[in-house]
T-cell receptor, first 116, second 114 residues
């Protein structure tokens, strides 16, 4: 398996523009997580899905952020409109539930977002 | 709610020194515990994990961690660090039962000086 695949790897956009980050989890994994990493706040969980259903989006900072998982092999994280403080590295991760406990999370390479 | 606390945010060691990074978690039930490593400019990779059984777990590159349930701790250790261990280290927890999210600590940056 190619692992968790994220695109794009880097994104530079102007304030106010819409940004869409994409993630393809590992095949067979039923959990998908979106994290944001910054120097100030470390690794924050934004939202996670189980079997394509959003379970907990309490980490999504504002209504400008939204995430979808239309099927088991694809998820998007959208920011509209983007602001400079959204600049961060966004990681997608996936895991599989075995016997009632999740396996470790496997991370994608991340998307480095810069909003100018 | 589950949470993870890492005590040291920045550690500087000389090569061959011993390493111990502290991690405490908060969760009332059965947990899985993890240590991840992030090398500069890269994504997080699993170092080791504890699910059950022997509380002393060994991971890659000579790292080990000990789960002490009474202290809610899962400290990471390595007897002799190398320059290539320079990275950021994250402790993580996920709890059993219901939906399971993985919560990370804020991370510890380790700098190893040759």
């Amino acid at each position: 398996d190619a692992g968790v695949i994220q695109s794009p790897r880097h994104e530079v956009t102007e304030m106010g523009q819409e940004v869409t980050l994409r993630c393809k989890p590992i095949s067979g994994h039923d959990y998908l997580f979106w994290y944001r990493q910054t120097m100030m706040r470390g690794l924050e969980l934004l939202i996670y899905f189980n079997n394509n259903v959003p379970i907990d989006d309490s980490g999504m900072p504002e209504d400008r952020f939204s995430a979808k998982m239309p099927n088991a092999s694809f998820s998007t994280l959208k920011i509209q409109p983007s602001e400079p403080r959204d600049s961060a590295v966004y990681f997608c991760a996936s895991s599989r539930n075995t016997g009632g406990m999740n396996t470790e999370a496997f991370f994608g390479q991340g998307t480095r977002l810069t909003v100018v | 709610a589950q949470s993870v606390s890492q005590h040291n945010h920045h550690v500087i060691l000389s090569e061959a020194a011993s390493l111990e990074l502290g991690c405490n978690y908060s969760y009332g039930g059965t947990v899985n515990l993890f240590w991840y490593v992030q090398y500069p400019g890269q994504h997080l990779q699993l170092l080791l994990k504890y699910f059950s059984g022997d509380p002393l777990v060994k991971g890659i590159k000579g790292f080990e961690a000990e789960f002490i349930k009474s202290k809610f701790s899962f400290n990471l250790r390595k007897p002799s660090v190398q320059w290539s261990d320079t990275a950021e280290y994250f402790c993580a927890v996920n709890g059993a039962g219901g939906y399971q999210k993985v919560t990370f600590g804020i991370g510890t940056k380790l700098q190893v000086i040759p």
